[in-house]
């Protein structure tokens, strides 16, 4: 048996091998993946087998006849030297209830977790903690504290009048822009266009959301049975989380938009409806603004910039986003949204 730990081609051959070996052991394979690895026999059979996508490790699997050798040691080890060769050290992963323990002999912590569906862990002893203490400092007492998050990808009015219902309903609000990339518009950017666009709301403090809220797009579903679990998993996961983050910062509710149209948010939403209260928090699902009768939506901004049609949605924008596409200053995202395939899903 070699000990080496080979890099396996998404194009090649063996990863029909990798396919195989995931699913023996009751795993998919991932669709987000930016690197694959594995350990083969004499026989050129693959034995175990690890991937990346961007800072997280998933896809690792080792074959029932070769368990307790040391191999999910190699090749985490080895995913561990690829991520640090391309700047990477700060990283994630997902993993079965029954693999934390191992994982966690490996140098990785736990998060959080979700029973008897996965555990979600880093490889930074303190890494949450001090997320949660950095919040820390910018916690202000009130007799009313809130909070919302989103993607803002860009920010609409849709969002700004979720936000600015609960300034007016509440002593604080706290609003959480995910940090994580997810599309041709630049997390920096989003988070920008956010801070500009609740800059007249005094009692509104914004925060990155750091790794620790998760996007869809880089949320694992590989060993999750269908999509429906999926979204199911990552919205009780992220409630985990959150509770966690709202016992820091004194928030006693979450403010979300209704979701029409899409069955992930909904989903998402009707798992927070469910869990919150046992927390101790309460949900406020707002019905979604409408301008001329559409509902704002940020994909159809997205959509519009992509057409060259920015003045067609510039009811659905406040002035700091539309200035921003209009001018010089987002030209690069422009042309980033412009060249991009499928804008619905980021």
């Known amino acids: 048996m070699s000990d080496v730990v080979e890099s396996i081609s998404p194009k090649s051959r063996d990863m029909a091998q990798v396919e195989a070996l995931l699913h023996q052991e009751g795993i998919r394979l991932d669709q987000n993946l930016d690197y694959t690895c594995g350990i083969f026999d004499e026989d050129g059979k693959l034995i175990a087998t690890g991937s990346c996508f961007e800072n997280t490790l998933r896809c690792l699997a080792v074959s029932s006849a070769h368990q307790g050798e040391g191999l999910l040691s190699q090749i985490v080890s080895h995913l561990t030297e690829y991520q640090a060769a391309r700047g990477n050290f700060r990283l994630f992963l997902y993993t079965k209830v029954k693999s934390a323990k191992f994982l966690a002999d490996l140098g990785f912590y736990e998060i959080a977790r979700v029973e008897d569906k996965l555990v979600f862990m880093e490889n930074r002893r303190t890494g949450f903690g001090d997320y949660c203490a ?16 989103m993607n803002a990808n860009p920010f609409t009015l849709g969002h700004r009048y979720l936000v600015e219902q609960a300034a007016a309903e509440n002593d604080v609000v706290h609003l959480f822009v995910l940090s994580q990339e997810a599309g041709p518009i630049p997390a920096a950017v989003r988070k920008k266009l956010v801070v500009e666009g609740v800059a007249d709301l005094p ?7 750091d790794a620790y809220m998760i996007s869809s797009a880089t949320f694992p579903s590989y060993f999750l049975k269908d999509s429906d679990e999926v979204v199911r998993t990552q919205a009780a996961l992220d409630l985990e989380i959150f509770k966690k983050i709202a016992d820091t910062l004194g928030i006693q509710s979450r403010y979300v938009g209704q979701e029409p149209t899409s069955h992930t948010t909904c989903l998402y939403n009707e798992v927070m409806t469910e869990k919150m209260p046992g927390m101790g928090l309460e949900c406020r699902i707002l019905p979604r603004k409408t301008v001329n009768g559409q509902v704002i939506s940020a994909s159809t901004v997205r959509q519009a910039i992509h057409d060259g049609k920015l003045e067609s949605v510039r009811a659905m924008l406040p002035d700091t986003t539309y200035r921003y596409f209009a001018g010089p200053e987002g030209a690069q995202t422009v042309a980033a949204l412009q060249a991009a395939e499928n804008l619905i899903h980021h």
């Open 134 to 149: 950095r919040l820390a400092a910018a916690r202000r007492e009130g007799r009313r504290i809130t909070s919302v998050v």
């Open 203 to 209: 009692n509104v403090i914004c925060h990155d959301s």
